[in-house]
Structure formats: C-alpha cells, structure tokens
C-alpha cells in the first residue's frame, strides 16, 4: 500500500535541476572516496589496463524517507542481535543439529561444517571470536497501522557498505545545507527543509569492533615477539575496495593498529603457523618487506562468504589454515553458519520451543518480544505443511520469496516463479531452502539514482534499512564489547528483486526520518 | 653537477616492493581525492559518455630530497613577494609602461590592456584586488657552495595543484610511517627513515585569502540585499576539478561561504550587473534554483590565463563584465599583466633603476637583497645587445630558455632550438620574448612515476618548487591581508622541457628536507 510521505517526493528535476545535482554528486563522490573501481567488463577493451580507474558508487540523489519509529527500533535491538548471535554460535550443539540438517543438500555448508569439526578435532586455541554484523530490514506498510520493522535477513560475514554509506549520509547531509545560509542544491520540498540524515557512525562503530579483538588478543605469542597487525582478508579483483579502505584508514588513523590487505589466494603462501608453537600463532610475511613478520590478531574476512570462492581445495585449506590459528576470526565458521536462513526461520517458529528467550535469558522479555515482532512469518521447507502449501499454491506463493542458505542476494526466488522453481528440484532438497513472506514497503516510494556509469534513473524504488554492530566474546559466552552504530539505506528499483550496490543493481542512499 | 644525496636515492624496488607501493599510492589517491578526470582523448570511444570516471593525480612514489635552506627562503620571502606584485599592480604607471611595449608583439597582453583601458574609461568601481599566487623556484646546484634558490617564474593567475600537492605530502608522510610502529611501506633507507614532509597547508592559505576577500567586500550593494557568494569561474571540459574543490569545501565547511562554479562560457548568461545600480554588483543566477540570486564578492578565476581560452569577443565581453563589476577579482587584468615574464626580466636588470627597492620601500634592504638573490640572469630582446649575443650564439644558446608572456608552460624555447626560433621571427617581434639563464638543479635526482593511466617510469628528474600566498589589497597600495602557506613540488622527468601535471607529462611530489 501507499504511503502519503511520497506523494510528492521526491519533487520533480528540471534539466538545470538535474544537471546540477548529478554534477554535484559524482564530483563530491570522487572528491571524498564514495567510490567503486568499474567493472572491467563494462568498459571498452584497453580502457583501464592498469586498473587506475574509479568511478561514484551507485547513489541516489534524495535521501529517502523512512519512520523514525522503524529506525529507532532496529538501533534500539542491534545489541540484543548481537548477543543473540554469539549466544548461537556458543551453542554448538543446538546450531549442529540444525546444519547437520542441511549438509545432504547443501554443499557449501556441509564443507563449512566439515571445517569446523577438523579444527574441533585438533582443538581451538582461540576462545575469542569476533562478529561485525549487520541487520537487515523494511519498513513494513499495513492499513490503518504505523509502519513496522520487518528483517530481511542477518549478516554475520562480511557485512559491507559501512564505509560508503557514512559518505552517502554525508553526501545528501550537504546537499541538504548547501550552500551555507541559503540551501538551494535541492528543489524546495518540506520534508527536504525538516532537518538532515542522523549521524552515521558505521565506520567508528566497525572499526571500534576490530581495534577490541585486536586488543583482546594480548601480547604476541610467538618468540620473540613480534609486531602484531589486523589482516583484511579480501576477494583478488574487488571493485568495492574503497568501503574496506575507510576502516582500515580508520584502523591505522586513530587506532594506530596496523592493517594489511591480503587477496584469499594468497592465504597459504603469505602466512604460516609454526609448527613448533603450539599457540598456533598466524604470522604474516608481507611480500613488499621480506625481512619483516607480523603475527596477525585479528582475520577480518570480506571474502569467502559465497561458495563460487572456493575454487578448489586450496581455498578450503587456507579456511582450516585461519581457523586453526590463534588469530581472533571475524567471524568464526560457527559464526558464518550461524548466519543461515535456516536459523532465522527456526527463531522465528510461532510454536515450539522459544529458542529466543533461552539464548537470551538476561534480557527483559518485554525487549525479545520486540525482537520476535522484527521477524517476517517463514516456513520450513523439509516436509510438507504449511510451507509446501503457501509455496505451491500459485496465489499464495505471490506474497513470498525463496531462500537459499546464502548471504549476499542474487539466489532467492520469487513469487510466482516459486512453484515451478521448487517442483523442478527434487523433493528432498526443498529443506535446503526457507519461504519467507514478503515485507510490503510503501509501494509508492520514489527516487531517482545515478549509477556508476553515470545514468540517471527515476522510478518506484524499495528501500532496506541495515544497521550495524559488534560483538566479541568467548565460547563461555562472555561478551567483552558489544556496540551498535551506523546504518545503510539500500535502494533499488522496484523492477529489480535482488539487491548488490557494486553491481549497479541498486543505490546506497540516506534517511530523512518522519 | 651531481648532489651525493641522490647517489642511492630512491632505493631500488623488488617487483613486489613496487607493487605493493603502487597499489596503495593508486588507492590512496582515489579513497583521499587525490584525483583527476581521465583525458577523453586517451580513453577508448564510449569508455566514459557521462563523464564519471577518475584516476590518480600523476604522482612519484618517492618525496623527494630538497635543500632545506632553499625550501625555507623561499617560504621567508613569500610574503615579500605578495607585496612586490600587489605594490607593481597600484603603479599602473610603471606597469603600462612596459605593457604598452609588448601590445604590437602580443594580442593576448594587448587585449587584457585594451579590458583594463576600458573598465578605467568607465571607472573601476572596486578598489579591493585579492592575488592568490604560486612562487616557483629551482635549487640551484654549482660546486663548491651550498644549493641556492633561483625563481623560475611568479604566477599570479590560477596558481593551481594546491589541493593536490597538499594530498600528495598526506600520501607520502602516510607511506613514510606505515604501518604504525613498524614502517615498511618503503624498503629500508636512510633518508626514508629521516623524517615527514613539511606540513603543507596550501588549502588552508589559498581560501583563506579568498574567505578574507569575502568578507572585506562588506555587505550587499543590492536593494533588497542578497545572499553573498564566491564565485569560481572555471574552464569548461576541466580535468583538474578536484584540485578547485579542495578549497571550495574548506570555504564551504570552515569559511561557512557559499561557493558556486561557473564555466567561463557562461558568464554572460548566468550573471548580471543592474544597470540601475551604480555600485555595479555582480549578480549570479543559479539556473537549478530560477528564484534565487547571489551576489558576487569575489570572482576567482581558474580560467581565463591562456589566450587560446578566449574564443571569440564573447569571451573578452565577459572578462570586461567580470572587471567592471564590484566583485573583488582573483585577479584584476592588471594583476594578471604584472606576471608577464617581461615584469620578472625588469625587476632582475642588474643595472639601471632599483625597482624593487622602490616597490619595497617598507622592506628591509636585506631582505630586498635575498629576494633579488632568487633571480636568474635574464635578458631583454628588444634590441640587440647582451640578450642577442646570448641568444643566437649556438653554445651559450644552451644554457638558456626562451619565454613568452604566458603562464602555464607549454610555450617555451629550449636551448638549441633557441637561435633557429628566433631567425624565424621577424626581429620585431622578439621583444615579446625573455631569455633566461637555465637554472641547474641536480643532474642525478633521480624518482620514479605513476602516470594517471597507471604506467611506472623511473629516471632522472627536475623538480620544482612553487611556495603559495595570497595578499589583498586596495588601489592606493594599502595591505589588509598578506600570508604565505603551503607549497607544491612537481617533478617531471629530464628528457621533458615543460611541466603540466595534469597532461600527465610531470608528477606531484613532496619535499624531504636535508
């Protein structure tokens, strides 16, 4: 349904207008690093082969409207998520049963899982683990009823577009004011004269969480002791580099920690564990520096989190090579798993046990009532019921979406083409998939974006609001530094069901609260 | 001749050493803006049709070693020569004298007359003038004495690279001290070990001048008063914005003024001056915001200083529009003849009137004799004599430079070539050119580039250092602002004659001082 906010927002561009504001943003964006590498394969042969090139990161031009009531309820949980999140990876047992559910149909896990209980079998020697996550949501619009925060999903690796998004707000937070005195970047609108995008403290908040574990990690373990360093553990060929680099400008600026960037195919040959430290300390061996090592506290992966990264063996060793190590892992395969669809959809089971209020028993119940109301009705998949009803059922699969046990968007299916997708797959295999009903944003919402290759789009646009936090504690469950902090709005045209900003699917954007 | 401090400078580079420095020096630039836009012309047809992408500023990978003595003289006297040009400027009398010279030779110096004599038949109607210039110099090598400071030229129009050239000191002081407590960025060297650059506080400088013009223009002329502005009058097709932009953020953000950019070929139709309004404000109408208007205080000009800009009488119709406006210009057309090379080749005469102890008569003979101490020798070829001999004959041709009245480079005769060029002018014509003796900097200095398309070129270079300042004044030679900060090496390899960062023929630099 609609809501009345956009009626008329955002107001309409002349050609000078629009001019202007696409100006304005592309060269603010290259100014202050809102930037992406271009996708080689986008532009002509020969154009870039150095790899010098950079372009604006897909944004919109508006901020968009979003409740206030919304945003404040997901900041206002974002520690209750985290504490929820550790609090399944410490229960082994109770995340095993459900994996071990999953591993016939689902390779990637079952390989995830198969690492875990390698380095099990020769025993942990880091208690520490380390989550920088981020919570998904929608606003989501019913009759005669406020907007209410809906989740799409929760991510416990790799959880991207902190650094950019903080310049996204920025971006339209000048925009908004500019030039001082006598705002006139923006045609004149009320909603556009009722203040700015609230801080976003997304970068503080993340790299806050690294420089703890890093702290946490104590003294060096090898002998003697050696410098110690954060490691980004990140995708060769990345085009999203530049969100990664403002927290490790952050790390090494303020925190004087440290950081170095190493491509996953590059794990096994620029770091070792000796094996005649039984601390298993991860040591890195910069290749620019050869008489140099630096023993590594923390693996802050923003690589493999998608199994089209593991190539072959050799990337499933360099995994059990960093979980087997004494360096704190952002996050721990446990951790990783925990992030399946299939957990959110056990949590947010109606009857049954409450998981919710076991691994949550020190909040106030009034506080896990509220964290249940975030969750969208969904339905398990493993053998019949309701799921097979709503997902068969031409008419009811319209108001839900398919999901896979993966992170990062491009795999779900949707609505009508749920039935025919899931009777094509063989009937045992359903439970690798969750159905979830879909969140009804204001259906009348608009943009306008500029893409990263410089063209303007106007139209009906969804938004995802994520907010970000951190935890890190050890397997007896103490939490030792637990933040929330920073926020994306994610915008994507209504045509388009997936997100993925560094594809040029969708558009960072801000919030004016209402 | 050779100076020992480059003997093992830069140190050699592993192919992992230089690619690693060459991945974050390209990261680096485009995370902190330290950015051009690519030249159209180099990138393959349809590589970029909405004008969005960005690369690196040419820049060495190395600071570079630069005698310490000459590197503060030339701050010390920088001050001094803010005066020098203001005080030759308010002699219109003195300054006319040698223009009126150059008017038969040079239609470029006779139209910028020809817009002065205009605005003055009329009467100027603003007597404030705001310079913001760039003091370019070469450390001077002979043997058995210490470098000196010898000037190569004085801008005093669009001095630009102040933004980048203060990025470009971050970058490299970055590099020198990464990471934290263990630098290994570059390989192990003494020099490398010595130190940062010098602050470089060039942004802070150059709008700070502007922010001081700005406010002395005082309160709108207008009836009803209108909101005030700075107004940066660029060229159209600019590749160097970012370089603009770092001042116009810091008079945005610190200054609090509103800054809006205007191509020169549209000042005539976004800007007016009330003909019922005899103070003759400059009015500027934003075409995104149709109801608006701001008025003018201060008209820089990042355009304008090339005769090949000037297109047409349009473009000389609206260079009067500017001048006879009540905006306070950056700079006046006289301003800008005062940097003709003729000027410099006058204030350096050995013999005949003290100009500059007449220009400086508040300064103290000491400091006048310092200054004079920055000259090259320099000739005068309006008829024979020394400058002729020197000129013609083909062996002391080769210590030489030849210079027209321009800014920007691009336009000299070298050496050799310098006898065969001037045969193939008419004799009359030679009084519009200077002839300077070539100052020698270090034969062995020697660095290595990294191109705006990502090519690494090592080998010998000539490095130059501009030292920026800005004064403002009034007509009756009166200082109400005179401050020197900030500064810009730029290093271009031997076999090239002519600077010109942004034509990617020299690198962005910083200095470390020995």
Redesign the interface.
């Known amino acids: 349904m609609d809501d009345p906010i956009y009626t008329d927002y955002p107001p309409s561009l ?1 050609p ?2 629009q ?3 696409v100006t304005a943003t ?2 603010w964006a ?4 809102l ?1 992406v590498r ?1 996708n080689p394969a986008t ?14 990161a897909p944004v919109t031009l508006f901020p968009s409207p979003f409740p206030r009531v919304c945003f404040e309820e997901a900041q206002a949980l974002q520690t209750v998520y985290n504490e929820l999140y550790a609090a399944i990876t410490c229960n082994e047992e109770w995340l095993g049963k459900i994996i071990e559910d999953l591993i016939d149909v689902d390779d990637f896990v079952a390989n995830l899982w198969k690492t875990h209980l390698a380095v099990q079998k020769e025993g942990y020697v880091q208690n520490l683990s380390l989550g920088l996550y981020r919570s998904d949501y929608m606003a989501h619009v019913t009759p005669n009823h406020a907007p209410t925060l809906k989740q799409v999903e929760f991510n416990t690796i790799s959880s991207s577009f902190g650094g950019l998004s903080a310049l996204v707000r920025s971006l339209h937070a000048e925009l908004l004011t ?5 705002p ?2 923006y ?1 004149p609108h009320p909603l556009l004269q009722s203040g700015v995008p609230p801080e976003n403290t997304a970068v503080e908040t993340l790299s806050g969480g690294l420089a703890a574990a890093h702290k946490a990690y104590g003294p060096s373990k090898s002998t003697p002791g050696l ?1 110690l ?1 954060v490691l980004f553990v990140v995708q060769e060929g990345e085009r999203n ?2 969100d990664q ?2 927290l490790s ?1 952050r790390l ?1 600026q303020f925190h ?5 960037r190493l491509a996953s195919n590059r794990i096994l040959d620029q770091t070792t564990i000796p094996s005649s430290n039984p601390s298993r300390p991860l040591i890195y061996h ?5 008489a ?1 090592a ?1 023993e590594v506290t923390t693996v802050y992966l923003r690589a493999y989190y998608s199994p089209d990264e593991y190539k072959s063996g050799r990337d499933w060793e360099a995994r059990i090579h960093m979980e087997r190590s004494a360096a704190i892992k952002c996050p721990t395969v446990l951790n990783q798993l925990a992030g399946c669809k299939k957990i959110q959809q056990v949590l947010a089971e109606p009857t049954g046990p409450d998981h919710l209020s076991s691994f949550l028993s020190n909040i106030d119940p009034g506080v896990i009532a509220r964290l249940r109301e975030t969750f969208a009705p969904q339905y398990d998949l493993s053998a019949g019921g309701q799921g097979w009803e709503l997902a068969l059922n031409p008419e009811t699969a319209l108001k839900h979406v398919l999901k896979p046990q993966r992170e990062g968007g491009g795999n779900n299916i949707y609505k009508s083409e749920i039935p025919g997708f899931l009777r094509s797959l063989p009937e045992s295999d359903w439970k690798g998939w969750v159905l979830m009903e879909l969140i009804n944003p204001a259906a009348n919402a608009e943009n306008v974006a500029l893409r ?4 303007v789009l106007r139209g009906n646009v969804i938004s995802e609001l994520g907010v970000y936090g951190t935890i890190l504690w050890d397997n007896t469950g103490k939490v030792f530094h637990n933040e929330q902090g920073g926020w994306l709005l994610r915008t994507k045209g209504k045509e388009v069901n997936e997100g993925g900003v560094a594809a040029g699917f969708s558009s960072l954007d801000s919030v004016l609260l209402y």
């Open positions: 002349s000078a207008q001019e202007y504001l592309k060269d290259i100014l202050n690093g930037t271009p532009l002509p042969e020969g154009a870039d082969p150095n790899r010098v090139l950079a372009t604006n500019s030039p001082p005195g006598s006139i970047s045609p410098p360093c580099v530049f680099y403002a400008k090494t004087k920690i440290p950081v170095f910069p290749p620019h520096s050869p140099s630096f990263n290759d410089g063209e």
